[in-house]
Each structure stands twice: as structure tokens, then as C-alpha cells.
């Protein structure tokens, strides 16, 4: 073979060699494409019509949020909230009168029950009066503690008046004895309670007393009182020591409309009483009511306190009445404490609670003389109403009426 034929093979040989190269190339080339992008499958509905569905890709690409889906017109059933309960609004209560409260009170208080008025029927219906029977009389007047001052002061008057006038006409023993303890009741103190609005601001009441006489119980009732003679009232809950004591306090005001200051349990009573007051004077009210915490006459930090709290109200508006409260069935130990709370913060008028058919009534005479200042509410029960103003010929004439009258 001669060289010219040689090459040509060879150089056929070569193309040959790289067409097969290229081909090839070609071909994997294009089914690597054809693995990296599949076709559409086919799927067929239920008519017989083909949908091309895309194939998943195996890239983990960013995902975008599939298309919402068409809205039918199905309608959903309407949801109807409940209507929301609205609470019924407080009933405000409309205080009984004074005038009215008076006379059922005098029924209250007369009643064979009460030792002072026993003793005194006795005495008007003995046909004789002797040694024994003044003895008598003397004893059930110190059982009623009234004290024995005024106990031998009204068995001499007596003893006077009955030996001269006899006992023969009853109608003039009764008009003797009735001039008799009305003048030991005294009817000449000014028995009003200083609730009037000064021209330096509200009227401020201090109600105090030791634990368990009912201060509380009196502020409302007292409350009530003022409502019902169309005062302005506020009331103070600087009784912080008791456990729902200021919340007691709160009851009372809105059964008859009255807004009361308070915190929160073992603030500062000085601090609430002057706060109580400054709303009062914002608010040009008539009245501010101050209720205080119970304590003992013996606990001398307590009865300081006491005297603080007046100290810091005044720096605000005169403190225009105190009032002590007494458990009229305390006797003797009523009257110690008397005496402590007036040297501690001027006590300028007696309340006496619990003055009821079972009471002692004497107790008001010691104590006015005592301390040398009136007797000016009374309560004679656990009702609402059940304290009115002291009224000195409405209490001689209860222990003198006759309960089988």
C-alpha cells in the first residue's frame, strides 16, 4: 500500500473516531437534561379529559404560598353572641325619718325588761313605802348603774316630796318621779351633733371607742340620719386594722347613696381620715364621717395614734365633734374608758349602743356626769333605723310608761 492510501485511511479512521466522540457527548448531554426537567405526566378526570400535572422538582428552592381557594356560595350558619348581662343598677334605700324613728324607739325602750323602769313601777305601785321598800328602790337603781350620786340624790328627793304629797294619788307620785329623773338626765345640755357646714369647710365627725362597741355600725346608721335630713355625706374608713372594716364601711354608704375614702389594709389611719377630709372639702360635701379603729383605753400607743389622727385632719379642717361610743351594758368599765378617750381627744358627745329592754338605762346619767358632756345618739337594736337622737324627756317617759298600759 502506498503511502498517499495510508493517509487516507488514517484520516478516515480519525474522523470516524471523532464523530463517534461528539455523538456521544450529544446524547449524554441530552439525557442528563431530560432527567433535571421531566415531562408533564398525563392524568385523566372521570370525562375522559387529559391534565397535565407538573412533576415535582427535587430543588429546595424558595416555596410560594399556593393560590386561596375559590370561594363557594355555601353559606355558613350565623353566629349570634350572647348579649352581655348588664348588672341591675344598686337600689338606693330611703332612711327612715328621725321624727317617726323617735317613737318607735320610745316603744323599744319601755318595757318591763328594762331593771330602771321595773324598779320604778314598783315603787309607784306600793300602797306603803317603808324602810324596805326604799332599800329596794335604792338597790334596783345601782343594779341599773346609775351610779350612786345620783342614786341617793333621786331616793332623798323622793323620800322628800312622797312623805309630804303621799303616795295616795299615783298620777302626782309619777309626775314627782318623772321631774326627778329628768332633772338627774339633765334636758338643758345641748344634745345636738355638730354637723353643720363651717365657713371653713365640711362639718368632720371622729366616731370612736374601743373594740366591739360598734363604731362601725354606728357611722352608717348615722349616715342614714343625715341622708334623711338631705345632708352631704362622706364618709372616712381610717378603721385600716380590721379585716373588712373599710369594706363594712362601703356597704353602708351605698345603700343610701354616700361615697366613702379608703385603702388598703394597714395604711395609716391619720392618712386616710386626711384624705377623706381633703375630698370632702373638693368636694364642698356637708359632712365627713370618720370611722376608727377599736382599741383598747389601756394600750397607751394606740390612744396616740388616736390623738395623731385628730392632729392631722385639723391640719386640713376643724375636728367639729367626737363622739364615744359605749356599750351601754358595760357599766363601770364603760365609763374607764370614758374618761381616757375624753383626755385624748376631747369626747364632745356620748353614743350608747346596745340601750335595748335588757340595758341598764342608768347609764346614761354616770356618764353624762362622768364627763361632763350630754348624751347624743342612742341605739336601742340591730336594725338599720334603730338610732335616733337622744331625747331626755323621750327617755324618762319610756322607763315611766307602764308596758301592760
Known amino acids: 500500500m502506498d503511502p498517499i ?46 391534565t397535565a400535572t407538573a412533576p415535582e422538582r427535587e430543588d429546595s428552592g424558595p416555596s410560594v404560598a399556593p393560590t386561596a381557594p375559590v370561594e363557594t356560595d355555601v353559606l355558613e350558619p350565623e353566629v349570634t353572641e350572647p348579649a352581655p348581662e348588664v348588672e341591675p343598677a344598686p337600689t338606693t334605700e330611703t332612711p ?19 331593771v330602771l323602769s321595773r324598779g ?13 321598800t326604799w332599800e329596794d328602790f335604792e338597790d334596783t337603781l345601782l343594779t341599773a348603774d346609775l351610779g350612786v350620786g345620783p342614786t341617793t340624790e333621786l331616793v332623798e328627793a323622793l323620800r322628800t316630796k312622797l312623805r309630804v304629797e303621799g303616795v295616795a294619788d299615783n298620777d302626782a307620785a309619777r ?16 344634745r345636738s351633733v355638730a354637723t353643720q357646714r363651717t365657713a371653713e369647710g365640711p362639718a368632720v365627725v371622729m366616731v370612736v ?26 364618709l372616712g374608713a381610717a378603721d385600716t386594722f380590721r379585716a373588712a372594716a373599710a369594706e363594712q364601711l362601703t356597704t353602708w354608704g351605698e345603700r343610701v347613696g354616700v361615697p366613702t375614702v379608703r385603702k388598703e389594709e394597714g395604711a395609716d389611719p391619720a392618712s386616710v381620715a386626711f384624705d377623706a377630709v381633703s375630698a370632702g372639702v373638693e368636694n364642698e360635701v356637708d359632712v365627713v364621717l370618720i370611722d376608727t379603729a377599736g382599741r383598747l383605753h389601756t394600750k397607751t400607743g394606740l390612744m396616740d395614734e388616736l390623738g395623731k389622727v385628730k392632729r392631722v385632719i385639723e391640719k386640713k379642717s376643724p375636728v367639729t365633734e367626737v363622739l364615744l ?28 349602743t346596745k340601750l335595748d329592754g335588757s340595758a341598764k338605762g342608768g347609764i346614761v346619767v354616770q356618764v353624762q356626769r362622768e364627763l361632763g358632756v350630754p348624751v347624743k345618739l342612742i341605739g336601742l337594736g340591730e336594725g338599720p333605723d334603730d338610732l335616733a337622737p337622744f331625747d331626755p324627756e323621750m327617755f324618762v317617759d319610756a322607763l315611766l310608761e ?3 298600759a
Open 5 to 50: 492510501t495510508l493517509a487516507l485511511i488514517i484520516a478516515g479512521v480519525v474522523a470516524l473516531l471523532a464523530l463517534g466522540i461528539g455523538g456521544l457527548a450529544f446524547w449524554s448531554r441530552r439525557r442528563s437534561l431530560t432527567k433535571a426537567e421531566p415531562r408533564p405526566e398525563i392524568t385523566t378526570d372521570e370525562t375522559g379529559a387529559g
Open 96 to 114: 327612715e325619718a328621725p321624727e317617726s324613728r323617735l317613737v318607735r324607739l320610745r316603744r323599744r325602750l319601755a318595757g318591763s325588761k328594762n
Open 120 to 132: 320604778l313601777l314598783t315603787l309607784l305601785s306600793s300602797d306603803k313605802i317603808d324602810e324596805d
Open 175 to 190: 309626775a314627782t318621779l318623772r321631774a326627778e329623773l329628768l332633772k338627774l338626765v339633765d334636758p338643758t345640755l345641748d
Open 209 to 234: 371607742g374601743v373594740n366591739g362597741t360598734g363604731k362601725t355600725t354606728t357611722v352608717g346608721k348615722l349616715a342614714r340620719i343625715l341622708v334623711a335630713e338631705d345632708a352631704d355625706v362622706l
Open 325 to 352: 361610743v359605749i356599750d351601754a351594758t358595760t357599766g363601770q368599765n364603760g365609763l374607764t374608758q370614758a374618761r381616757i378617750f375624753s383626755e385624748v381627744v376631747d369626747v364632745t358627745g356620748i353614743v350608747l
Open 402 to 404: 307602764d308596758p301592760a
